[in-house]
């Protein structure tokens, strides 16, 4: 794609559901606390699947295409964009806060603007694979597959949550691709989490004014919940895998006694797919157990290879940024697959 001519333009809300451009503002971003200007060749269009944002109480900032000068744009309030999976945002919106604005969800607020009759974000493509693009979703199938689903698992709490919950509710990604009987299959098992993560996108404490973008699992599935719909899934999707340790849980090391149950009774019928865990690598010992059961790899997630960055984000209990580095090399130790969840916050990472 060729690179813009020079920055897209502020973009605005009116409050009421229509979003404008101000000509007389060129974009920035936001790393940190403060406003930058951002090359035009960092910019792309935005992906299909993504959203924009209307950010209520606060004002966007730009340049002034004459003078130059950083300014507030005072037509309405500021605008955001989510950008959809396999892509990362590189800049947050720049805005100014009022005093009385409302507390903003736990979304991605990836900095937007306007050139040309497109809609621009700071992003980058980091995944080449095309499993959770939106355009590979077709809403009726996924409205069949999950009735299909729901009708063959009546008793079975776990393909419930997933369907009507994450599915259906959330439109999580990987439940929709497990409707449609394909690729990647999610295993939520843990209501508890052993970490304090601020930014906790299935849990806030109730004093917190920030909240939670979707519920935890309330409920602990057992061995035999697992086997019954991934057996299957392993046995008949194409490139299936099963991935224990969703974002609507809290940490499946937790419960690693039944994913180990669950690991082994899963291999006594089919050796077919690979077997993840997204985790935070809590505890070595159990990650051992599992690649002893026949875990095939493993996501840690991460928001900074700095000890003390990471320890004030995530507030471990009973763990340490040791440990996770140690599962990791356990993990390899069995010639397992590994890979990092790196979480991603312009001006800090």
């Known amino acids: 794609m060729a690179t813009l001519p020079h920055t897209p333009y502020v973009l605005y809300s009116d409050g009421n559901g229509n979003i404008f451009e101000d000509t007389s503002l060129y974009a920035v971003g936001r790393a940190g606390w403060d406003a930058f200007p951002v090359p035009a060749e960092e910019w792309i269009q935005l992906p299909e699947g993504g959203n924009l944002y209307e950010l209520p109480g606060r004002r966007g900032i730009g340049i002034d295409v004459v003078t130059g000068d950083l300014r507030l744009c005072e037509k309405g309030w500021a605008v955001a964009a989510f950008v959809p999976p396999a892509h990362t945002g590189t800049f947050l919106a720049a805005y100014e806060t009022a005093p009385d604005a409302p507390t903003l969800p736990l979304f991605c607020y990836t900095a937007a603007g306007w050139y040309n009759n497109e ?16 355009a590979g979703y077709h809403q009726p199938a996924i409205d069949k597959g999950t009735k299909h689903l729901l009708s063959a698992y009546p008793d079975n709490r776990l393909v419930k949550h997933l369907m009507e919950n994450c599915c259906q509710t959330y439109t999580c990604p990987a439940a929709r691709n497990f409707s449609l009987g394909r690729w990647e299959c999610p295993v939520p098992t843990s209501p508890a989490c052993n970490a ?154």
């Not at 980091?126 to 499993?131: A, K, N």
Request: with cysteine; glycine share 6%; proline share 7%.
């Open 119 to 134: 809609f621009y974000v700071t992003a980058v493509r980091v995944e080449p694979d095309i499993r959770q693009e939106c």
């Open 196 to 349: 304090n993560c601020i930014g906790c996108v299935s849990f806030q404490p109730e004093e917190e004014t920030i909240t939670s973008p979707q519920d935890r699992l309330q409920f602990k599935p057992t061995a035999e919940e697992i086997v019954e719909f991934t057996v299957p899934h392993l046995m008949e999707a194409p490139f299936p895998i099963i991935s224990f340790g969703q974002g609507c849980e809290g940490e499946p090391l937790l419960m690693w006694e039944t994913i180990k149950d669950a690991i082994v009774e899963i291999r006594k019928h089919t050796p077919r797919g690979s077997i993840n865990i997204n985790t935070n690598g809590s505890k070595p010992a159990a990650v051992e157990a599992l690649c002893q059961a026949g875990l095939n790899s493993m996501r840690v997630s991460l928001n900074s290879a700095q000890k003390s960055i990471y320890t004030a984000y995530y507030r471990p209990n009973n763990y340490q940024f040791e440990d996770l580095l140690e599962s990791l090399r356990v993990v390899r130790k069995y010639n397992g697959w590994t890979s990092i969840n790196y979480f991603v916050f312009p001006g800090m990472t």
